[in-house]
């Protein structure tokens, strides 16, 4: 079945530092992925998505997310944190060629920022 | 164009009691869905509703249940409340998810349920 992995349950920068939350997902095939991210006592809200157009995908507040099909992997960075920035963030994989197309989410990554 | 709303914004219930939850999707969405959060297992998929028919379901109990109207708004209902149903729980909203295209979900803010 399909997974998503996301390494590191929390990730703490300093502000102005690069951030890099990484998702791996386990499919021979790849699929659509999503990242999303949930500040406090909010719901969730999309980043940017990946859909086979372009590899390297740009999304809203300065993030982008590269796919790489050799290392199943679609990790999310962005060059300079901002205290804004601190929130969970979630990947989702949605498989392309499914009769039950809902997403499939990682655990969440906590980003901590340090002023 | 509003977001998608959740009502009420926090609940408290006890053992055994029921709960109903009320999600009014992004207008002219007719795909609902709906999760579980929790700090523990993360965000688990309830069930999702389109054209008022359960198009898919999570693998959760038959105390969870819900129902999408005309309108598309939707509720959820959870009876006989156990204490491990305390939860965030989300409503995601989208024009209708359809297996070729990958549709945003658009979430409301949730309802905090405490159980005690």
């Known amino acids: 079945a399909q997974s998503v992995t996301q390494l590191g349950s929390h990730v703490s920068v300093s502000e102005g530092a690069l951030v890099l939350l990484r998702c791996n997902y386990s499919?021979?095939?790849?699929?659509?992925l999503f990242w999303y991210v949930q500040y406090p006592n909010q719901g969730l809200q999309l980043l940017l998505k990946y859909t086979s157009a372009a590899t390297l995908v740009k999304g809203i507040n300065g993030f982008e997310a590269e796919f790489k099909k050799s290392e199943t992997s679609f990790h999310l960075t962005k060059p300079s944190a901002h205290m804004s920035d601190a929130a969970e963030y979630f990947c989702a994989v949605r498989p392309q060629k499914d009769s039950n197309y809902q997403l499939i989410w990682g655990a969440g990554t906590k980003l901590i920022i340090k002023p | 164009k509003a977001g998608v709303t959740q009502t009420p914004r926090y609940l408290i219930k006890t053992r055994g009691q029921q709960v109903t939850l009320s999600c009014s999707p992004i207008?002219?969405?007719?795909?609902v869905s709906w999760y579980q959060q929790t700090p523990g297992q993360g965000l688990q998929f309830l069930f999702e509703y389109f054209s008022e028919t359960q198009r898919n379901k999570g693998n959760f109990p038959g105390r969870f249940s819900g129902r999408q109207f005309s309108n598309s708004r939707s509720e959820m209902n959870v009876s006989t409340l156990e204490l491990g149903d305390s939860a965030l729980y989300l409503c995601?909203?989208?024009?209708?998810?359809?297996?070729?295209?990958?549709?945003?979900?658009?979430f409301g803010p949730g309802t905090r349920l405490l159980v005690l």
């Open positions: 499919s021979s095939v790849p699929p659509y």
């Open positions: 995601a909203s989208s024009l209708a998810l359809n297996n070729d295209l990958p549709e945003t979900q658009y």
């Open positions: 207008s002219g969405h007719r795909s």
